[in-house]
């Protein structure tokens, strides 16, 4: 393990051990709400909920909370809550996309069908949606009942531009702001707003979740091309051979020759595949700088994030939250 990411995992370390007793409670809310009387709704929402990964963000929610000094309980449903949503997504996404390895593991819809995927995904969004309504707060509601319409959103304007290389990098911009950003702002809402706090500390903290979850997304569309299989836990190229348009992908188009573009045209348009075409993808966006122009766009969105926290009292929380934005980035070294 480099240096870079020794220092990335102890950020993340150090994330989880300043909130781990919240954590602990989230999970066993978690474990509790999965649980029905039909016994493969349990079953197949253990098997994501259990796949290995980070919790990033419900942590954001409870580091959002302490950020903010609030000394209840209302921030463990709640984030359990927020894991609910961003579970429920994950099931219907896997099913879109046909995916079959998520974090280095068979996908729920590989190993149960698309039909149970689905189903026990809106069974996950009908829990989130029952917590929200325990917890009592108009706003609480407001906020992830937004987030929740907004991600739907996103993944439908993922689809309309799938195979199509007229997206350009706003649009692009537009897809990941819903499908993945909405949720980090919404989860870094909540705490300030169970805290009571005033409206620029709950904008503050919202502006640092929507730009860290564009740098999440910006870094993950970066690793499909650049990671081994075994860090990134995916197959390497899925969004390539989807047809998937990201911001790599507009770059080298962009910036590419005529017989480059023809390329593009064929391999993502016309999901016309050959053998070595994804090494070719690669090194034409090598040649014209997409990882590089991806990884500076991240930073501009880190800017951003720092930027937000300005405002808050300096302390292991805030600095934690500063950390955590060089540990996303980090991500598409």
């Not at 709640?78 to 994950?90: K, S």
């Not at 790599?248 to 016309?272: C, Q």
């Amino acid at each position: 393990m480099d240096a870079r990411a020794h220092s990335s995992q102890e950020v993340l370390s150090t994330l989880q051990a300043l909130v781990a007793d919240d954590l602990k409670r989230v999970n066993q809310v978690i474990i509790d709400n999965m649980q029905s009387q039909v016994g493969l709704i349990p079953q197949l929402a253990g098997h994501i909920v259990s796949s290995g990964g980070k919790r990033l963000r419900p942590l954001l929610l409870l580091m959002s909370a302490r950020l903010c000094g609030y000394a209840g309980d209302r921030h463990v449903p709640l984030a359990a809550c927020v894991e609910f949503i961003h579970t429920a997504t994950l099931l219907h996404d896997d099913v879109v996309d046909e995916s079959e390895l998520r974090r280095g593991k068979a996908t729920a819809n590989a190993v149960f069908g698309n039909k149970a995927s689905v189903l026990v995904g809106d069974f996950l969004f009908s829990r989130a949606f029952q917590l929200m309504t325990r917890d009592g707060s108009l706003e609480v509601l407001r906020i992830l009942s937004d987030a929740s319409a907004v991600i739907a959103e996103g993944e439908v304007m993922q689809l309309l531009t799938s195979n199509d290389l007229e997206t350009d990098e706003a649009a692009y911009l537009r897809v990941i702001e819903s499908k993945t950003a909405k949720l980090f702002e919404a989860a870094c809402q909540i705490g300030p707003v169970v805290a009571d706090r005033p409206a620029a500390d709950i904008e503050a903290l919202a502006r640092y979740g929507m730009a860290l979850g564009v740098i999440f997304q910006l870094t993950d569309d970066l690793l499909d091309y650049s990671a081994e299989q075994a860090a990134l836990g995916k197959t390497i190229g899925d969004d390539f051979r989807e047809g998937k348009i990201t911001l790599p992908v507009i770059v080298a188009h962009e910036r590419g020759t005529a017989e480059e573009r023809a390329f593009w045209s064929r391999t993502m348009e016309e999901l016309d595949q050959r053998e070595g075409d994804l090494e070719q993808a690669i090194e034409l966006m090598r040649r014209h700088d997409a990882f590089g122009e991806t990884l500076r766009r991240a930073e501009t969105y880190g800017e951003i994030a720092r930027a937000s926290l300005q405002g808050f009292a300096d302390g292991i929380e805030r600095r934690t939250l500063d950390e955590l934005i060089s540990f996303c980035i980090a991500r598409g070294f």
